[in-house]
């Protein structure tokens, strides 16, 4: 058996898509073995350097070594590039006694990869999206153990595990939150409920849809929280803060369980930590998958859709006449949107966060028996 204090490296940076899931494990981790000794590895330039401190954990940087897309210098130089990010990597475990790897992805995650093989470290991989990135891909090929936020996903050896994430989304009862979290918004208690997000940075297209439609929306009696992303508050003729009748914009939310709480339905995008989350707290959704990358978030959202827990419309076919003709009945319809909420719970998963902690402590147990 390992000996205490269990030592855990977690690899990951840059977006919060990768941060979220990795500081729940890494609660979660510490909630099974108080004592473990936690070790966060990112870069200097990712959000981590933030939210990663103010969760507690020690930070660890190492260089940045994005894969470049095309013939250019850069290319040239990545081996070096990847050399040194694995000599770093490979300090850092050192220094730590690593007994095991998580990694979630992302540039920070291979160079790790890489130097725990060399050191036969068990690595264990988590996954986020339905398709798998490259950092990922190449981590699951030699890893002790794989996890999957999504049925779908294709890496070998993979464990449908769901999404890590906060404890105050996974426990969240929206029927017995609904009345205190519109109270917190400023939203009235017995309106059907639309909430409208882009993410921490905005969805321009979405915006500019909603905003279009809110004349109809009010006239069918239907309240719209609309978050509409840091500085990109919708603006009227004026360019001043735009209001409206049965109409309420922030430019974000401290805590999205108070946003899903407040719905009867959420618009959109389909990134991955989003799908994830209104499954495991059963909320009805209309999801507008960006129109550009490598058609991740399609993905992301097929097995919700097909399950009947969310509606799926391009960005290109979200319009105000969609909304007129899609969104607005189905506000209208309480038996529907308790329909695709039962479906959407279904597919649930609550405690993806304990299930890796479990898994890494398996692994590195594994490694000393």
Partial sequence: MTQSPLSVVLAGGGTAGHISPLLAIANAVRQLRPDARIKVVGTSAGMETRLVPAAGYELAV???????????????RLPAR??????QAGEILDAAAADVVLGVGGYVSTPVYLAARKRRIPVVVHEAN????????????NAAVVGV???ETKLAGARWVGMPMRREISGLDREAARHDARAALGLEQDLPTLVVTGGSSGAAS???????????????????????GRGKAAAD????????PLYRQVEYVDGMELAYAAADLLLARSGAGTVSEISAVGLPAVLVPLPHGNGEQALNAAGLVDAGGALLVRD??????????????????????????EASAARGIRDADTRMAELIVEAAERKDS
């Fill in 62 to 76: 190492i260089d940045r070594v994005p894969m470049p897309r095309r013939p250019s210098g850069d290319l040239a």
């Fill in 82 to 87: 990847l050399a040194r990010a694995v000599r």
């Fill in 130 to 141: 339905a398709r798998p990135g490259l950092a990922n891909r190449v981590g699951a090929k």
């Fill in 149 to 151: 936020a999504f049925e």
């Fill in 206 to 228: 979405i915006n500019a849809a909603v905003t279009a439609a809110l004349p109809e929306l009010a006239a069918a009696g239907i309240q719209t929280l609309h978050v509409t």
């Fill in 237 to 244: 003729a004026e360019g001043k803060a735009l209001t409206a």
């Fill in 316 to 341: 290109s076919q979200f319009t105000p006449e969609w909304i007129r003709e899609n969104i607005i009945p189905l506000l209208k319809d309480p038996q529907a949107l308790k329909t695709m909420a």
